[in-house]
């Protein structure tokens, strides 16, 4: 039975422990609102729309007309492709859902700005059965691999801003949300052998964390030129994860005689899925033609704690590029980002270690804009590459590639 034991070890893949299921790897995977998903996310010194609520809420002063904006994701889908897993074969995981996307609206009267939004940070949901036949052991032995693995996990904020224009040229602004995130995973597996002999495991948990997400920020606009600075940190309020593990093995006929079945179950708690308090800080230029052509970069800082880098967590550095070119009723936006793992890639001697991709994004939309509304599509598409361990308790690594693309449908209404 000792191979079986061996086997159970070796062939449990990502998502056995809720620290390889890598949640909180990426901070970019959605960008809130139309307009920034759609200009790349370099819209902290745009802000003049409800999204400034997440982006900077410092913009509520300077947006030219009240305004509701919603979007809906039409579609969510990432793939993520292990090279060479098993039998040289690549182990592929996919992820497909719907999401609300963003809804908000911002208001100006006077000197002061005000806003509110409900924003879609991330989503994620898993489906997936995955069988290996005749998987030869070093002994050379052959033995069969099943895995049925479900996940389905959301991270959104619902808050509000207030800004107020300290001079013509400078505005001040906070806002606070609460966020949400909650995620189910369940992860059952079979390995079965010669003789009848199996190993069954079935993980579950839970987890459930809520906080609050205060932004602050502050525009200035010199003439065509605006530069704008904000940083945003979570406070968490609760969290809670809980854990199920049960675990049978059986010697199957071929074991030796006195051989029994052994069953285990655990339940418990876990902190390995807390909210990481990662701060963000965002400096962007912007440069518009007003009515014609509007150009924005962003440089990101997404900052760790201590607390964050004994969980394995680093500190990254993003960048947004975007542009809005207006020709009559029609507009065009496009952009390009970076989306940096959080995780580092996999060192060498130590096993269980999160993967890690780094994701580069492109973006585009278009839209018709009337004198009181917008109907609009936009596509954000990232790819990237990396180093993970799928293999538990192994020190081999996997190259690794991944996909992500969102699809949005959006309208804007202003009065």
């Known amino acids: 039975m000792h191979w079986i034991m061996v086997l159970a070890m070796a062939f449990l893949v990502t998502g056995v422990t809720p620290a390889s299921a890598g949640t909180f790897s990426h901070q970019r995977n959605l960008l809130p609102g139309p307009r920034a998903a759609?200009?790349?996310?370099?819209?902290?010194?745009?802000?003049?729309?409800?999204?400034?609520?997440?982006?900077?809420?410092?913009?509520?002063?300077?947006?030219?007309?009240?305004?509701?904006?919603?979007?809906?994701?039409?579609?969510?889908?990432?793939?993520?492709?292990?090279d060479q897993t098993i039998g040289d074969e690549p182990f592929v995981e996919r992820a497909q859902s719907l999401s609300p996307g963003f809804f908000g609206a911002s208001l100006r009267e006077g000197r002061f700005g005000v806003g509110y939004g409900f924003a879609s940070l991330d989503e994620r949901n898993v489906n997936q059965n995955d069988s290996f036949l005749d998987v030869e052991l070093v002994s050379g032995e052959s033995v069969d691999y099943y895995r049925t693995y479900q996940e389905a996990s959301t991270l959104s904020s619902a808050g509000a801003g207030v800004s107020y224009l300290m001079?013509?040229?400078?505005?001040?602004?906070?806002?606070?949300?609460?966020?949400?995130?909650?995620?189910?995973?369940?992860?059952?597996q079979i390995m079965s052998g010669t003789g009848g002999a199996f190993t069954t495991r079935n993980l579950k948990y839970e987890t459930l964390n809520e906080g609050l997400l205060g932004t602050a920020g502050v525009l200035v606009v010199a003439g065509r030129m605006r530069l704008g600075f904000s940083l945003r940190?979570?406070?968490?309020?609760?969290?809670?994860?809980?854990?199920?593990?049960?675990?049978?093995?059986?010697?199957?006929?071929?074991?030796?005689?006195?051989?029994?079945?052994?069953?285990?179950?655990t339940e418990g708690k876990s902190s390995e899925m807390d909210e990481p308090g990662i701060r963000t800080y965002q400096f962007g230029l912007a440069w518009r033609e007003p009515g014609r052509l509007l150009v924005a970069a962003d440089l990101v800082k997404h900052a760790t704690g201590p607390a964050e880098e004994a969980r394995g967590l680093q500190t990254t550095y993003n960048y947004s590029v975007g542009v809005e070119a207006t020709f009559g009723g029609l507009v065009l936006r496009g952009g390009a980002f970076s989306n940096a793992s959080l995780f580092p890639a996999p060192r060498s001697g130590l096993a269980n270690q999160p993967t890690a991709i780094d994701y580069s994004g492109l973006t585009w939309g278009v839209g018709l804009i009337q004198k009181s509304r917008e109907i609009s599509v936009s596509y954000v598409?990232?790819?990237?590459?990396g180093?993970?361990?799928?293999?538990?308790?192994?020190?081999?690594?996997?190259?690794?590639?991944?996909?992500?693309?969102?699809l949005l449908l959006s309208s804007r209404i202003f009065f």
């Open 38 to 82: 759609a200009m790349g996310g370099a819209f902290v010194a745009v802000a003049d729309d409800p999204s400034a609520v997440y982006w900077n809420p410092a913009g509520y002063s300077l947006i030219d007309r009240p305004e509701v904006s919603v979007s809906g994701i039409g579609l969510i889908q990432s793939s993520t492709s292990f």
């Open 381 to 385: 598409s990232q790819k990237g590459s």
């Open 387 to 406: 180093r993970a361990q799928l293999v538990a308790d192994s020190y081999a690594t996997q190259s690794v590639t991944g996909a992500l693309e969102n």
């Open 233 to 265: 940190y979570p406070f968490p309020l609760s969290n809670n994860t809980s854990v199920s593990d049960y675990q049978a093995e059986s010697p199957g006929t071929a074991a030796l005689p006195g051989s029994e079945n052994q069953i285990s179950s």
């Open 167 to 188: 001079t013509d040229w400078m505005s001040l602004g906070v806002s606070g949300a609460y966020y949400r995130r909650q995620s189910a995973v369940s992860n059952f």
